[in-house]
């Protein structure tokens, strides 16, 4: 198989798995992005609406959007940051509840599909992929044209 063969089974690969997690989030009453965004805040530390449109490739004015409307809920409180302008975002307690009850069926079948690979197919997809992205990112960043 050719490098452009195998760039575009990757590509179709990798298009096919976000339209997957839309569709999970359509199934599960939110948008592709609030459930990005529930996605990125649903760790142990608060995050930065930059931080969160750079990390998870999200317009940032759609981050500001579903941030506001998460904050009117009550599933996000906004910090002060480092600055006036930078305001960090986190969960609420009871956000944290709210994040962990609706991506707990996206977390469950995520593992699932990853524990159907063997350990270390599995490995080798993470670090693969890890590697692919930093290549491309020098790629398209840096590289000359």
């Not at 530390?45 to 579903?66: C, D, G, N, R, Y």
């Not at 009117?72 to 009871?94: I, S, Y």
């Not at 994040?99 to 693969?128: F, K, N, S």
């Amino acid at each position: 198989m050719s490098i452009r063969q195998e760039m575009e089974l990757l590509n179709a690969g990798i298009n096919h798995q976000s339209e997957l997690l839309g569709e999970w989030a359509r199934r599960n009453g939110m948008s592709r992005s609030t459930m990005m965004v529930l996605y990125a805040l649903d760790r142990d530390h608060a995050q930065t609406q930059k931080e969160i449109a750079e990390w998870w490739l999200l317009p940032k004015q759609t981050v500001h959007s579903v941030i506001k409307e998460l904050e009117r809920q009550g599933v996000v409180v906004l910090e002060a940051g480092r600055d006036q302008k930078e305001k960090r975002v986190r969960l609420t307690p009871e956000g944290k509840e709210t994040a962990q009850t609706r991506m707990r069926g996206l977390y469950e079948r995520e593992e699932r599909a990853l524990e159907a690979l063997p350990p270390d197919l599995r490995e080798g997809l993470v670090r693969g992929s890890q590697a692919f992205t930093r290549a491309l990112e020098r790629e398209v960043l840096h590289g000359a044209d």
